[in-house]
């Protein structure tokens, strides 16, 4: 069993930059895959990115491909989401989650993670 815990949104200008963290409980941190995703006001969950548990491969949203980044301290039991070159349509809830590593591919979808954080808001203004 793993805990997540976000922090790191807020308000912030188009073009700027933010960085999101996810805390992560339990001594088997390093075991999960983790992903970000997002959820807009009136739309659906969609995918942002995703690293291995290892640390070593990445994927992203073509929404976001050039301009975030996902990464993650195994020893510290965290991972982040650099958001550079941040848009209006960024706005949303941020979620982190974790999916116990089965497989050598990138899961997408919401339903392929076991855990979740709380979510932390991010704005982006105009």
């Known amino acids: 069993q793993v805990q997540l815990v976000e922090s790191g949104g807020g308000l912030v200008q188009a073009g700027g930059s933010l960085r999101l963290s996810c805390a992560a409980s339990?001594?088997?941190?390093?075991?999960?895959?983790m992903g970000w995703f997002r959820q807009a006001p009136g739309k659906e969950r969609e995918f942002v990115a995703a690293?291995?548990?290892?640390?070593?491969?990445?994927y992203y949203a073509n929404s976001v491909k050039g301009r975030f980044t996902i990464s993650r301290d195994n020893a510290k039991n965290t991972v982040h989401l650099h958001m550079n070159s941040l848009k209006p349509e960024d706005t949303a809830v941020y979620y982190c989650?974790?999916?116990?590593?089965?497989?050598?591919?990138?899961?997408?979808?919401?339903?392929?993670?076991?855990?979740w954080g709380q979510g932390t808001q991010v704005t982006v203004s105009s």
């Open positions: 989650a974790a999916r116990y590593y089965s497989g050598s591919y990138y899961a997408t979808e919401s339903d392929e993670y076991d855990h």
């Open positions: 339990g001594r088997t941190f390093s075991r999960y895959a």
């Open positions: 690293i291995k548990a290892s640390g070593i491969g990445t």
